[in-house]
Protein backbone atom coordinates (compact mmCIF):
# COMPACT_ATOMS: atom_id res chain seq x y z
CA UNK A 1 0.00 0.00 0.00
CA UNK A 2 1.02 3.45 -0.88
CA UNK A 3 1.91 5.27 2.17
CA UNK A 4 3.22 8.56 1.42
CA UNK A 5 3.75 11.51 -0.94
CA UNK A 6 6.68 10.59 -2.42
CA UNK A 7 5.64 7.22 -3.27
CA UNK A 8 2.48 8.29 -5.05
CA UNK A 9 4.23 10.51 -7.09
CA UNK A 10 7.15 8.34 -8.42
CA UNK A 11 4.18 5.40 -9.16
CA UNK A 12 2.38 8.14 -11.05
CA UNK A 13 5.64 9.50 -12.58
CA UNK A 14 6.93 6.43 -13.68
CA UNK A 15 3.26 4.69 -15.09
CA UNK A 16 2.97 7.67 -17.52
CA UNK A 17 6.57 7.68 -18.61
CA UNK A 18 5.85 3.41 -19.07
CA UNK A 19 2.66 3.94 -20.78
CA UNK A 20 3.97 6.03 -23.33
CA UNK A 21 7.31 3.69 -24.35
CA UNK A 22 4.46 0.80 -24.24
CA UNK A 23 2.58 2.87 -26.88
CA UNK A 24 5.19 3.75 -29.11
CA UNK A 25 5.87 0.03 -29.38
CA UNK A 26 1.88 -0.61 -30.65
CA UNK A 27 2.14 2.52 -32.69
CA UNK A 28 5.21 1.31 -35.08
CA UNK A 29 4.17 -2.06 -35.40
CA UNK A 30 2.31 -1.17 -38.88
CA UNK A 31 5.33 0.50 -40.15
CA UNK A 32 7.87 -2.41 -39.52
CA UNK A 33 7.34 -3.67 -43.31
CA UNK A 34 9.34 -4.87 -46.15
CA UNK A 35 10.75 -1.58 -47.51
CA UNK A 36 10.99 0.44 -44.65
CA UNK A 37 13.80 2.19 -43.32
CA UNK A 38 15.40 1.80 -39.73
CA UNK A 39 16.01 5.36 -39.60
CA UNK A 40 12.14 6.14 -40.65
CA UNK A 41 11.13 4.48 -37.90
CA UNK A 42 13.47 6.32 -35.75
CA UNK A 43 12.17 9.61 -36.80
CA UNK A 44 7.88 7.83 -36.61
CA UNK A 45 8.90 6.92 -32.81
CA UNK A 46 10.89 10.11 -31.60
CA UNK A 47 7.96 12.24 -32.79
CA UNK A 48 5.24 9.54 -31.54
CA UNK A 49 7.32 9.90 -28.26
CA UNK A 50 7.16 13.96 -28.36
CA UNK A 51 3.51 13.85 -29.37
CA UNK A 52 2.88 12.45 -26.15
CA UNK A 53 5.03 15.18 -23.79
CA UNK A 54 8.12 13.61 -23.20
CA UNK A 55 11.21 12.94 -25.03
CA UNK A 56 13.66 10.17 -26.17
CA UNK A 57 16.23 9.07 -23.37
CA UNK A 58 18.51 7.30 -25.34
CA UNK A 59 19.44 10.33 -27.79
CA UNK A 60 22.87 12.03 -26.88
CA UNK A 61 22.71 9.48 -23.62
CA UNK A 62 26.88 8.73 -23.59
CA UNK A 63 27.01 10.06 -26.93
CA UNK A 64 24.65 7.72 -28.37
CA UNK A 65 23.12 9.41 -31.66
CA UNK A 66 19.75 7.98 -31.95
CA UNK A 67 16.42 8.03 -30.54
CA UNK A 68 15.98 4.33 -29.91
CA UNK A 69 17.60 0.95 -30.61
CA UNK A 70 16.78 -0.44 -33.53
CA UNK A 71 18.52 -4.21 -33.88
CA UNK A 72 17.99 -6.29 -36.79
CA UNK A 73 19.04 -10.22 -37.01
CA UNK A 74 22.69 -10.49 -36.08
CA UNK A 75 22.47 -7.33 -33.93
CA UNK A 76 21.10 -8.38 -30.99
CA UNK A 77 20.93 -5.00 -29.01
CA UNK A 78 21.85 -1.56 -29.14
CA UNK A 79 21.46 -1.68 -33.21
CA UNK A 80 21.64 1.91 -34.35
CA UNK A 81 18.95 2.78 -36.93
CA UNK A 82 20.59 3.58 -40.02
CA UNK A 83 19.93 3.74 -43.82
CA UNK A 84 19.02 0.07 -43.81
CA UNK A 85 16.06 -1.07 -45.46
CA UNK A 86 13.97 -4.01 -43.94
CA UNK A 87 13.01 -7.12 -46.12
CA UNK A 88 10.95 -10.49 -45.95
CA UNK A 89 12.29 -12.72 -42.78
CA UNK A 90 13.92 -10.23 -40.86
CA UNK A 91 14.13 -10.33 -36.96
CA UNK A 92 14.42 -7.18 -35.20
CA UNK A 93 14.47 -5.63 -31.93
CA UNK A 94 13.24 -2.20 -30.95
CA UNK A 95 14.00 -0.82 -28.04
CA UNK A 96 12.33 2.65 -26.56
CA UNK A 97 13.16 4.39 -23.51
CA UNK A 98 11.55 7.63 -22.67
CA UNK A 99 11.82 10.47 -20.25
CA UNK A 100 8.56 12.06 -18.84
CA UNK A 101 9.23 15.19 -16.63
CA UNK A 102 12.22 13.10 -15.29
CA UNK A 103 10.62 9.75 -15.22
CA UNK A 104 11.85 6.80 -17.08
CA UNK A 105 10.14 4.46 -19.10
CA UNK A 106 12.08 1.39 -20.77
CA UNK A 107 10.64 -1.08 -23.06
CA UNK A 108 11.25 -3.45 -26.26
CA UNK A 109 9.52 -6.03 -28.10
CA UNK A 110 10.86 -8.28 -31.07
CA UNK A 111 9.06 -8.08 -34.87
CA UNK A 112 8.95 -10.49 -37.84
CA UNK A 113 8.85 -8.46 -41.06
CA UNK A 114 6.52 -10.78 -43.03
CA UNK A 115 5.31 -14.40 -41.76
CA UNK A 116 7.39 -15.33 -38.64
CA UNK A 117 9.16 -18.61 -39.31
CA UNK A 118 9.55 -21.34 -36.79
CA UNK A 119 12.70 -20.89 -35.58
CA UNK A 120 11.84 -16.95 -35.17
CA UNK A 121 8.34 -18.61 -33.23
CA UNK A 122 10.54 -21.05 -30.80
CA UNK A 123 13.00 -18.41 -30.08
CA UNK A 124 10.23 -15.69 -29.38
CA UNK A 125 8.17 -18.18 -26.69
CA UNK A 126 11.52 -19.03 -24.94
CA UNK A 127 12.42 -15.34 -24.06
CA UNK A 128 8.58 -14.46 -23.49
CA UNK A 129 9.22 -17.76 -21.03
CA UNK A 130 12.19 -16.30 -19.36
CA UNK A 131 11.02 -12.79 -18.97
CA UNK A 132 7.72 -13.70 -16.98
CA UNK A 133 10.11 -15.99 -15.25
CA UNK A 134 12.14 -13.28 -14.05
CA UNK A 135 9.34 -10.99 -13.50
CA UNK A 136 7.89 -13.56 -11.16
CA UNK A 137 11.04 -13.28 -8.82
CA UNK A 138 9.97 -9.21 -8.88
CA UNK A 139 8.94 -9.79 -5.21
CA UNK A 140 10.26 -7.21 -2.55
CA UNK A 141 13.26 -8.14 -0.09
CA UNK A 142 14.30 -10.89 -3.06
CA UNK A 143 17.75 -10.66 -4.27
CA UNK A 144 18.51 -10.37 -7.68
CA UNK A 145 20.15 -13.87 -7.89
CA UNK A 146 16.32 -15.10 -7.04
CA UNK A 147 15.98 -13.08 -10.90
CA UNK A 148 18.37 -14.40 -12.39
CA UNK A 149 18.35 -18.24 -11.49
CA UNK A 150 15.07 -18.10 -12.90
CA UNK A 151 15.83 -16.24 -16.08
CA UNK A 152 18.69 -19.26 -16.42
CA UNK A 153 17.03 -22.12 -15.94
CA UNK A 154 13.93 -21.11 -17.88
CA UNK A 155 16.73 -20.36 -21.25
CA UNK A 156 18.36 -24.01 -20.38
CA UNK A 157 15.51 -25.79 -20.03
CA UNK A 158 14.33 -24.61 -23.48
CA UNK A 159 17.67 -25.42 -25.01
CA UNK A 160 18.63 -21.56 -25.29
CA UNK A 161 21.92 -20.09 -24.08
CA UNK A 162 22.54 -16.45 -22.69
CA UNK A 163 25.18 -14.05 -21.84
CA UNK A 164 27.12 -13.07 -18.46
CA UNK A 165 28.23 -9.18 -20.11
CA UNK A 166 24.77 -8.08 -20.12
CA UNK A 167 21.45 -7.55 -17.62
CA UNK A 168 18.80 -5.58 -16.45
CA UNK A 169 18.78 -2.64 -14.07
CA UNK A 170 17.40 -0.36 -11.59
CA UNK A 171 15.59 2.67 -13.26
CA UNK A 172 13.17 5.57 -12.23
CA UNK A 173 14.56 9.27 -11.90
CA UNK A 174 17.99 7.82 -13.84
CA UNK A 175 17.84 5.77 -16.87
CA UNK A 176 20.48 3.36 -15.65
CA UNK A 177 20.73 2.77 -12.04
CA UNK A 178 21.81 -0.13 -9.27
CA UNK A 179 20.82 -3.02 -9.06
CA UNK A 180 22.30 -4.77 -11.99
CA UNK A 181 19.97 -7.77 -13.05
CA UNK A 182 21.38 -10.55 -14.60
CA UNK A 183 20.40 -13.09 -16.86
CA UNK A 184 21.38 -15.88 -14.51
CA UNK A 185 22.40 -15.87 -10.97
CA UNK A 186 22.31 -18.04 -7.53
CA UNK A 187 19.38 -17.63 -5.36
CA UNK A 188 19.84 -15.57 -1.98
CA UNK A 189 22.68 -13.87 -4.14
CA UNK A 190 23.23 -10.19 -4.81
CA UNK A 191 21.50 -7.16 -4.36
CA UNK A 192 18.31 -7.20 -2.06
CA UNK A 193 15.29 -5.69 -4.24
CA UNK A 194 13.54 -2.85 -2.12
CA UNK A 195 10.06 -1.91 -2.78
CA UNK A 196 8.19 1.15 -4.46
CA UNK A 197 11.76 0.96 -6.64
CA UNK A 198 11.25 0.06 -10.18
CA UNK A 199 13.60 -2.72 -12.60
CA UNK A 200 13.80 -3.62 -15.77
CA UNK A 201 14.10 -7.46 -17.23
CA UNK A 202 15.25 -7.69 -20.45
CA UNK A 203 16.53 -11.19 -21.03
CA UNK A 204 18.92 -12.07 -24.32
CA UNK A 205 18.40 -15.38 -26.19
CA UNK A 206 20.69 -16.96 -28.21
CA UNK A 207 20.80 -20.19 -29.83
CA UNK A 208 24.68 -21.14 -29.73
CA UNK A 209 26.69 -20.94 -26.60
CA UNK A 210 29.56 -18.33 -26.82
CA UNK A 211 30.06 -15.02 -25.54
CA UNK A 212 28.64 -12.04 -27.46
CA UNK A 213 30.91 -9.08 -29.83
CA UNK A 214 30.82 -5.49 -28.87
CA UNK A 215 31.26 -3.38 -31.40
CA UNK A 216 32.36 0.43 -30.83
CA UNK A 217 29.45 3.09 -32.12
CA UNK A 218 31.57 6.35 -33.43
CA UNK A 219 31.04 9.17 -30.61
CA UNK A 220 29.33 7.00 -28.22
CA UNK A 221 31.00 4.73 -24.94
CA UNK A 222 27.94 2.64 -25.69
CA UNK A 223 28.41 -0.19 -28.19
CA UNK A 224 26.80 -2.19 -30.08
CA UNK A 225 25.74 -6.00 -29.46
CA UNK A 226 26.04 -8.44 -31.89
CA UNK A 227 25.06 -12.21 -31.62
CA UNK A 228 27.76 -14.93 -31.52
CA UNK A 229 28.36 -16.74 -35.12
CA UNK A 230 25.68 -14.36 -36.44
CA UNK A 231 23.65 -16.36 -34.63
CA UNK A 232 19.60 -16.73 -34.17
CA UNK A 233 18.81 -14.18 -31.13
CA UNK A 234 15.60 -12.46 -29.48
CA UNK A 235 15.31 -10.23 -26.10
CA UNK A 236 11.77 -8.92 -24.72
CA UNK A 237 11.94 -6.46 -22.21
CA UNK A 238 9.72 -4.64 -19.60
CA UNK A 239 9.96 -2.26 -16.70
CA UNK A 240 8.58 -3.53 -13.70
CA UNK A 241 7.31 -1.37 -10.55
CA UNK A 242 8.21 -3.35 -7.29
CA UNK A 243 5.77 -2.78 -4.41
CA UNK A 244 5.35 -3.77 -0.56
CA UNK A 245 3.16 -7.24 -1.52
CA UNK A 246 4.53 -8.44 -5.07
CA UNK A 247 5.30 -6.53 -8.49
CA UNK A 248 3.69 -4.55 -11.55
CA UNK A 249 4.50 -4.70 -14.49
CA UNK A 250 4.33 -0.83 -15.99
CA UNK A 251 5.24 -1.20 -19.84
CA UNK A 252 2.85 -4.12 -20.84
Known sequence: MLVNTEQKTFVNGMTKACLIAADSLKFIKPYVIAGAKLSDLDTLLEQFIIDRGAIS????????????????????CHGVPNDYILKTNDFLNIDVTVNCNGYFGDTSQMYSVGLTTPEQINILFATNKALNAGIEQCLPLNN?????????????????????????????TVFHGEPWIPFHGKKGRGAIIQPWTCITIEPILLTVNKEIIQLPIPGSTITKIMAPDNCLNAQLEHTVLITDTGYEVLTL
Do not use: M, Q, W
Open 144 to 172: VGDIGFAIGKSITKLGYYTTKDLGGHGIG
Open 57 to 76: ACRGYHGYPKATCISVNEVA
